[in-house]
């Protein structure tokens, strides 16, 4: 199984520096330039002399060949450069955001199991019941709603109902702080943005446990089980559910690494300072440097979500091997 | 009527010291942005770096804070008594206060008041300073002793002293940039209200009083923390949920709305029109906008005074203005303005105009494209209204709404027909301001990429006049000849700013400009 980790760990190398090569010429076909952003953005009058200066401080005023190499070769040594917006290390920049959005990340996928398999393979027991209906209509309502109604509303009904109870309207903090600093501060902000993201994550799914228990529990071996006479209880958890959570844990993955830098809207509503917001930041200000070690960040939490969740697979079911 | 009305109008009418100032307490306010680029005010332009770093620092001169809305009222931060000039206007002698503490507690004179202008002035080979052509007319900055820094100019003008009272041009220490010019991009030390504590990037910062601050009794607050908040939503819940008491960049008009009905007297709102107006620029360069008749003619569909009125509901603008600021004693009055294009009272009959004009250089059904920024307020509620003026005239203009950087992208390499821009200046400093009308081989800037020797030569001769009357006079000469004459760029509606907060804030006043009367030290709070 290591030899199989290595493969896969050393196949990842060559994919991030292709997303990077990717990136680096996309970016570059923006029309754009990070230097007229920064000092014409805001209407006013700026010195022609400033622009000149800028593009030489940051670099971009050499050919677009030497900016690559110098790129490349920047990756090989693990050093992706400084921030053209910032002229901070795009590493600073990025692990100043990764907390809050893994923080959330993590909570938003914990609700989501917490409210997709037991919802999901109640559903698939009681199929066509009442419930089923019910845990149906929650999973669609999850599905149709867009996070940032759901995180404007959210917020607008916290402020209205404590306003009704206590006279005076009460929202989150709008600044992140630790959990290892202030655990009720940090919860408190951290909890809204996680529902609003779990219900969707769990309506998703819902779906699919709902479907792969509804398919197992036709199998043979499950029939064999009941015939055996073995308790209800112990067949769905010990048999079907098992089995049946294989292809919800590859859309568990694949949601989670979404969640480290997609949040955009999440992360926009609930003024979190994280991840996603810091990449359409990097892309509007045309911050090279910091999109495209966003990109390979981005490419390889994907990758490495992939690589635990086959390990999952081996767990979830012996059958697999890793050779 | 609504309270707000009442509020803005009571905060008005209150003379500055009509309650005396609390001590204490740490105000919370946002910053509508996504965090600044570097922490160099000299270097920088946005909003989002001064408001998070000007109660660091001191300036030589400033807008009085206690008269932020006087487009002609500066009084001295660092210095002791604003000067008379000297030999005709060409020299201006400043003492500098003595016991002046930078944060480090290191002594704060002349010198680093020189070094800083110098800086910004006349920058040091690779050190980028944004507002260095702000000051074609100084010629050398001098500090012969530890209290006195003087200005040598090159010719007498008005717009020096206006210019002179930048917010950007922040004191920094001669000694920590002579071993770095590049330290300030990273850290802050400076000799203002307020201590630098801390910095999360992208997050917020935070300051802590200044015992040692050279302004008696102030600060009051024991210190700040300013939020970055770039959702307006996010904002006014924020505000409602008092976890910010205010943003002080300026708000929506429903945003008002909505925080005024659901706080009452909770929140008070301070308003003033903007130093910053939208404009709308064809391009000379490409056909048929070469014709003036063209330029003029769609000039002349827009009914600016009637637009002021409707827009106002929706949008931040409300004052309908010429080239300069209409609070400031040089800008047109409103009789001034009804002789030029795009003023005219009686808009039915300035449409029919229009139209003969479209019709006589042979432009009749015009199909066109107008370049806008993504950004709403004001740039695409401006847009859309003139999309439908110019619809009032037969002429069909669709908006191409692009980001910040292909926008700016586009109308510097001359891609695109028409534009809608913004003219966003600070201090009200008239001849400066209106030197971005200049054609773009004067000022690289503008983009109708026009040639007028004329307007050029008003320009100079204006920038020369010492006299206020006489330089009004050539204001309306350089006005015309821009709005009218050349028809080259039509400036619509000036921006309006709107400032609810929660109304135990007191001591701030709204000035003339977002980027003025930032440093914090008059503000305390009431509860």
Redesign the interface.
């Given at each position: 199984m290591y030899q199989y980790i290595a493969k896969r760990v050393l196949l990842t190398i060559p994919t991030l520096l292709g997303a990077a090569a990717l990136v680096f010429l996309l970016m570059r076909l923006i029309p754009g330039d990070i230097c007229l952003v920064r000092l014409g953005g805001g209407g006013g009058s700026f010195d022609p002399k400033a622009l000149i200066a800028c593009h030489a401080e940051i670099g971009v005023d050499k050919p677009t060949i030497v900016q690559f190499l110098d790129f490349m070769w920047g990756i090989v040594r693990f050093d992706f450069g400084t921030s053209m917006w910032s002229g901070k290390p795009v590493a600073t920049e990025i692990l100043a955001r990764l907390p809050i959005s893994l923080e959330i990340a993590i909570l938003g996928t914990a609700v989501a199991i917490a409210i997709a398999i037991p919802l999901g393979t109640i559903s698939a027991l009681r199929q066509n019941t009442w419930l089923d209906v019910a845990v149906r209509i929650f999973a669609i309502g999850g599905i149709a709603t867009p996070s940032f109604w759901l995180g404007i509303m959210s917020v607008l009904l916290v402020l209205d109902v404590s306003a009704a109870i206590t006279g005076t309207p009460w929202m989150p903090p709008i600044d992140y702080v630790p959990i290892w600093k202030d655990p009720i501060r940090n919860l408190s902000m951290a909890i809204l943005p996680a529902i609003t993201v779990g219900y969707r994550y769990a309506a998703v799914s819902m779906r699919m446990t709902r479907s792969a228990m509804l398919e197992v529990m036709r199998e043979d071996y499950v029939r064999t089980a009941r015939a055996k006479g073995l308790v209800a209880k112990l067949i769905v958890n010990r048999h079907a559910l098992k089995n049946a959570l294989l292809p919800v844990v590859t859309l568990l993955g694949i949601e989670f690494a979404f969640l480290i830098g997609g949040l955009v809207v999440t992360e926009q509503v609930f003024n979190l300072n994280g991840v996603g917001r810091l990449f359409v930041q990097a892309v509007q200000n045309q911050d090279y440097t910091l999109t495209q070690a966003l990109v390979m960040l981005t490419v390889a939490i994907f990758v490495f979500t992939n690589l635990l969740v086959d390990l999952l697979y081996g767990w979830l079911d012996p059958r697999i091997h890793f050779a | 009527m609504r309270s707000w009305i009442l509020t803005a109008a009571l905060l008005a009418g209150l003379p500055a010291h009509a309650e005396t100032p609390k001590p204490g307490g740490t105000l919370t306010y946002?910053i509508a942005a996504?965090?600044?680029?570097?922490l160099d005010g000299h270097?920088?332009?946005?909003?989002a770096v001064l408001h998070a770093t000007a109660p660091f620092y001191s300036t030589l001169i400033r807008v009085n804070p206690d008269n932020p809305s006087s487009t002609d009222d500066f009084v001295c931060d660092l210095c002791t008594e604003m000067p008379q000039p000297t030999d005709g206007g060409l020299i201006f002698r400043f003492k500098i206060r003595q016991g002046v503490k930078f944060h480090d507690g290191s002594r704060l004179t002349a010198h680093d008041v020189a070094a800083s202008w110098r800086r910004i002035v006349f920058?040091p080979e690779?050190?980028?300073?944004?507002?260095?052509?702000?000051y074609p007319m100084v010629d050398k900055i001098e500090d012969p002793d530890d209290t006195t820094v003087v200005f040598k100019l090159k010719y007498a003008t008005l717009s020096f002293l206006p210019a002179l009272a930048d917010p950007w041009a922040f004191i920094y220490s001669k000694a920590v940039l002579d071993k770095d010019q590049h330290y300030y991009?990273?850290n802050i030390m400076g000799s203002g209200p307020f201590k630098y504590a801390g910095y999360?990037?992208?997050?917020?910062i935070h300051g802590v009083r200044n015992p040692d601050y050279y302004h008696p009794g102030q600060p009051y607050l024991d210190g700040f923390?300013a939020?970055?908040?770039?959702?307006q939503?996010?904002r006014v819940?924020?505000i409602?949920?008092?976890?910010?008491a205010l943003e002080f960049r300026g708000m929506s008009p429903t945003a008002r709305d909505q925080l005024t009905k659901?706080l009452g007297d909770k929140i008070s709102v301070q308003e003033s029109d903007w130093n910053?107006g939208n404009v709308f620029t064809p391009n000379h360069k490409r056909k048929p906008f070469d014709d003036v008749r063209v330029r003029r003619a769609l000039f002349m569909a827009v009914d600016q005074w009637g637009g002021a009125q409707a827009l106002q509901k929706i949008a931040i603008v409300r004052t309908v203005g010429g080239l300069v600021f209409p609070g400031s004693p040089l800008a047109a009055t409103k009789d001034e303005l009804s002789r030029l294009p795009g003023f005219h009272p009686d808009i039915e009959k300035s449409r029919a105009e229009a139209r003969r004009l479209l019709k006589e250089a042979g432009a009749e059904g015009l199909t066109v494209e107008m370049l806008n920024r993504n950004v709403d307020q004001p740039y695409i509620i401006v847009g859309t209204w003139l999309v439908d003026e110019f619809r009032k005239i037969g002429v069909t203009v669709t908006q191409n709404i692009v980001?910040?950087?292909?926008w700016?992208?586009?109308m510097?390499s001359g891609d695109f027909q028409l534009a809608m821009?913004?003219?966003?200046?600070?201090v009200v400093n008239p001849i400066a301001d209106v030197?971005?009308y200049l054609p773009h081989d004067i000022?690289?800037?503008n983009f109708a990429y026009h040639d007028d020797a004329k307007q050029v030569e008003i320009y100079e001769r204006m920038l020369h006049e010492t006299d206020p009357t006489k330089a009004r006079v050539l204001i309306r000469e350089y006005e015309k000849q821009v709005i009218d004459v050349g028809a080259h760029q039509l400036p619509t509606l000036w921006f309006y700013r709107i400032v609810p907060m929660r109304s135990y804030v007191k001591g701030w006043k709204v000035s003339t400009s977002h980027y003025l009367n930032q440093n914090l030290a008059n503000i305390w709070l009431d509860r």
């Open positions: - | 946002m996504d965090g600044g680029p570097s270097k920088e332009t946005t909003y920058p690779g050190v980028s300073s944004a507002r260095e052509a702000v991009e990273r999360e990037i992208g997050q917020a923390n939020i970055f908040a770039p959702k939503q996010t819940d924020a409602r949920g008092d976890r910010a659901d910053c980001p910040t950087g292909p700016l992208d586009k510097r821009e913004a003219n966003c200046q600070m030197g971005r000022y690289k800037e």
